[in-house]
């Protein structure tokens, strides 16, 4: 499903499987590791960091959880419902309007503009 969807090889050497790269980017997010901690299995650090980079910049990622979510919607596997309880959405003080201790209000606060 998503060998379409990556940047096909430029000139150069042959680079390191696109399924081992991915396989190797989603670990490191998964488990929350390091670049330089990814298990030898997926390929050299620098060669996986570099691919997510380039991907991300190019869109590639954008365009796969694009397909991905179109095919699981075409299939009714996806409810688009969501909802937000902005009970538990809090502000802080400041943001909600609160005068700084001994500051003073604005100008345009107080119909002066």
Not at 19 to 38: C, E, P, Q, T, Y
Request: with cysteine; charged share 30%.
């Amino acid at each position: 499903m998503l060998e379409p969807l990556l940047p096909k090889q430029r000139m150069g050497r042959p680079r390191a499987d696109d399924r081992r790269v991915l396989n190797g980017i989603v670990f490191k997010f998964r488990s929350g590791v390091a670049w330089r901690d990814v298990p030898e299995r997926y390929g050299s650090w620098r060669s996986l960091h570099t691919r997510f980079r380039r991907w991300a910049a190019d869109g590639t990622f954008t365009r796969m959880l694009q397909v991905a979510q179109a095919r699981a919607d075409a299939a009714g596997d996806v409810d688009w419902l969501v909802a937000v309880d902005s009970t538990i959405v809090r502000a802080h003080q400041h943001a909600a309007g609160a005068r700084k201790k001994g500051g003073t209000r604005c100008s345009a606060a107080r119909g002066a503009g």
